[in-house]
Every structure is written in C-alpha cells, then in structure tokens.
C-alpha cells in the first residue's frame, strides 16, 4: 500500500487510513466487477439441460421483477400483464434474459458510456415491460415487450449489435454479454427477438416472442 500511497492523486494531505481504506474500496470495486463477468461468461457458456416446466409467467415476471425494482431507481419500473397464461419454459433463463434488457434499459438513462454519464443519472426515466398473448404466424405464443425513456440504440449493424462483447458502456462498466445471453436464451425457447425505437416512451424497444408450448 506504500506504493499506491504515493500516487494517491494529489490528495498531499491525505491520512494513512483514509488512504488504505479508499484503496480498499477500489479492490472490492474490482473484484465485484470481476465477479460479474464470471457470471457472465458461465452463463453464456453454460448448456442448460435442465426439463422444462409449465409455468405462470406472470408470477414468475411479478417476482423477478420485485426484486429488480431497486436495482432501477431512481427509475420508475412499471409492468402491464395482460392474458399471458402460461409457458413451458425454463423459467430461471425466462428472468434472466428479461432482466438483463430491464438493466440495460436502466443503464441506458442513466447515460452509463456516454456524455450525459455526468447528469442524467439524476433524471427519473420509466422503464415498461409489457406482456400478452400474441399470435405469431397463426401460433400462439407470449409477447414481452421492454420499452425505456433513454437515448435509443446505437445505430448500428444489428448483427453486430448481438454479438458476444459488443458494448457501448465505457470500460470497466459492461462485460457486452447480457443482450447476447439473452438472445441465446431466446433462440433456446424457438423465439423470436425484434427490437427498434419505442413509439411511447421514445428510447430503446425490446420485443421477444415465445411460443406457448
């Protein structure tokens, strides 16, 4: 800690224990940053063989969402059922790859990568996540759809948007993994993932499709 202590950014006038205790905090820093991306690639690399099960989807979202809710703020997290009945799915991969769009959507508005990184998380942004039957070429099936008040997405390829580490967060702030997690889960369910502008909320627009069995 000698070392880093004297290149402690200035800060002259700076305690000993200040010191170790702020270098203290960018090790836990990292090693929850490191943690995350373990996570992440476990995930991505992972073959799920676990049965899968008929499910409630909306108890399922409710829960998952509950716990979500704070991961959010200050932004407000609203969600619509409508008839969604039930799914057979793997529900764990279900929540995941909707969590993962609800957080992108989170650390969109707060402008994590960007220039407004500075002040736009102190804007309250709403976030929707819409989910009701739909017909998909005379098949029925489950539409979730995760709209957001923030900038929009990046104009670019979209096959290159899906690929695995393409990000547009800063260093240090995104693995580029969540969305190409989640569009694999969505191929394992035989879905179907479409995304573009939203026409209410005007930032980014998410809509994944399931089939019912």
Sequence with gaps: LGALADNGQGKESESPLSKILRYSDFIRSGAANIADIHRSF????????????DIDLQTTLEEAMTILTSRVQPHILKTYFEQCGRITCRPSEICQAVTNLVSNAAD?????????????SARHGEIHLWVHSALRDEREGILI??????????????????????????????????LAITHRIIRRHRGTLEFGRSKKLGGAEFRIW???T
């Design 42 to 53: 476990a995930h991505y690399s992972r073959s799920d063989t676990n049965m899968r099960v």
């Design 210 to 212: 399931f089939p019912s």
């Design 108 to 120: 969109a508005i707060n402008g994590i990568g960007t220039d407004e990184s500075t002040h736009a």
């Design 145 to 178: 759809v995760v709209e957001d008040s923030g900038p929009g997405l990046p104009e670019v390829d979209e096959d290159e948007f899906l690929r695995p580490f393409f990000t547009t967060k800063e260093r240090g702030k995104g693995t580029g993994l969540g």
